[in-house]
């Protein structure tokens, strides 16, 4: 018999609560059955495991739809677009990065992203195009926001050290980042982001 008042989509808003307290190694299902009030077979009525909820809990975060351009938004401002709001989508939550890069996003995301190719044929890309050029986006955000989440978590260890300290050590590096932004910076995201639109322009412009 399932709990009473307990359905699937609360089982998720409260493992996503507990994900950003605990983070994904502190994430049991021990721990969220004691969150929710119930003993731990009552949520194996709604996920047979835990990576069916980590599943689950991914495709709540990527569920909303980008859609198409804007109207007279140019390919390369809808990618753009599209890359910094799944940067957020990645930073909502804690080790949402490493949630997302570890599971399994599902028919819906799936679908979403065929619409998304439809889209870019209709506006000159090829299929395969289409394919590498978003998937390079989204690897790189992916592989980014990996990067900048783990060292928030040094940082609140107290394991980051103070640029100040490198200065001596290894002044072209600090020169670059008060110029530019440290690596995992939106200024150093904006720059990545940039380079791989130019590179996906080029490739177009060379099979067009």
Known sequence: MVQ????RESVVRAALELLDEAGLDGLSVRRLA????????????HFRNKQELLDEMARELLAPDMGGPREGETWRDWLTRRAHRYRRVLLSHRDGARLIAGSDPGPGVARAFEAELEVMTGLGFTPAQGLHAVSSISHYTLGFVLNEQARRERQARGDAR?????AAEFPFTVAGVREGGAPTSDEAYAHGLWLI??????????LS
Do not use: E, T
Request: aromatic content about 10%; cysteine-free; charged content about 15%.
């Open 197 to 206: 639109l130019d590179g996906i322009a080029v490739s177009i412009a060379q």
């Open 162 to 166: 103070d640029l100040a300290a490198y």
């Open 4 to 7: 009473k008042g307990l359905d």
């Open 34 to 45: 004691a969150r929710l009030g119930v003993q731990n077979p009552a949520l194996y009525w």
